[in-house]
Each structure stands twice: as structure tokens, then as C-alpha cells.
Nanobody
Framework: QVQLVESGGGLVQAGGSLRLSCAAS????????MGWFRQAPGKEREFVAG????????KYADSVTGRFTITRDNTKYTVYVQMNNLKPEDTAVYYC??????????????????WGQGTQVTVSS
């Protein structure tokens, strides 16, 4: 089992940047595909970005491509998402997740096995 703790959320103006971190403990973080999801009030949780075990493969939602970058540092058991040019529609609770899938970066909520508690990101216009 792995425990995930997100940090780095906050309030930022439109056009600004934030970097979220997800620290993993328990089993070695490099055993898992990792992903970021978000959930806005009244909406379903949606995929934002995902990264393979070694970091060699990444996937992004169309809405964040070109603005967000997911990375991981397996020596620190930490996954990051750098969010640039933030928009009010990026406002949501952001969740880190770990998946035991082996062959491709998963994008569905159901494909992830462990979740963090979430961190709030609010983008003002």
C-alpha cells in the first residue's frame, strides 16, 4: 500500500503559476504509475495528467496540454505538476493518485488504486 500527500495548492490570479507536489510513502513510489486529477464543485473528478514509472511516458488532458507539466523524482518519492497560465476554470480540488497498471498511463478514475486527500487550487479572474 502507498500513502499520498499533496501540497502546494492555493489562491492565484489568472495567468499565474503553481506547482503541486505529491509525496508518496509506503511501498516504493516507482512501483506505480502516477496521476493528477481534479474535481470542481458539482462536477465529476477528471483526469489532468499522468506519468509512467520511469517518467518516460506522459499523458495530459486536452484542457491543460501546453500549460501543465507532470514530472516525478523517484529518489524523493515525489510527483509534481507545474501549472502555468492558470485560468479560472482550473479552479478545483486537485488529487494525486497511484496506479498499479503496468503497460500504459491510465486516465480513468477506476484505474487508480490509491488517492491523496486533495489540495485546493483557486484561480481568480
Amino acid at each position: 500500500q502507498v500513502q499520498l500527500v499533496e501540497s502546494g495548492g492555493g489562491l492565484v490570479q489568472a495567468g499565474g503559476s503553481l506547482r503541486l507536489s505529491c509525496a508518496a510513502s509506503g511501498r516504493t513510489a516507482s512501483d506505480y504509475m502516477m496521476g493528477w486529477f481534479r474535481q470542481a464543485p458539482g462536477k465529476e473528478r477528471e483526469f489532468v495528467a499522468g506519468i509512467s514509472r520511469t517518467g518516460g511516458a506522459r499523458k495530459y488532458a486536452d484542457s491543460v496540454t501546453g500549460r501543465f507539466t507532470i514530472t516525478r523524482d523517484n529518489t524523493k518519492y515525489t510527483v509534481y505538476v507545474q501549472m502555468n497560465n492558470l485560468k479560472p476554470e482550473d479552479t478545483a480540488v486537485y488529487y494525486c493518485a497511484a496506479s498499479q497498471r503496468k503497460f500504459w498511463v491510465p486516465v480513468l478514475v477506476s484505474e487508480y488504486d490509491y488517492w491523496g486527500q486533495g489540495t485546493q487550487v483557486t484561480v481568480s479572474s
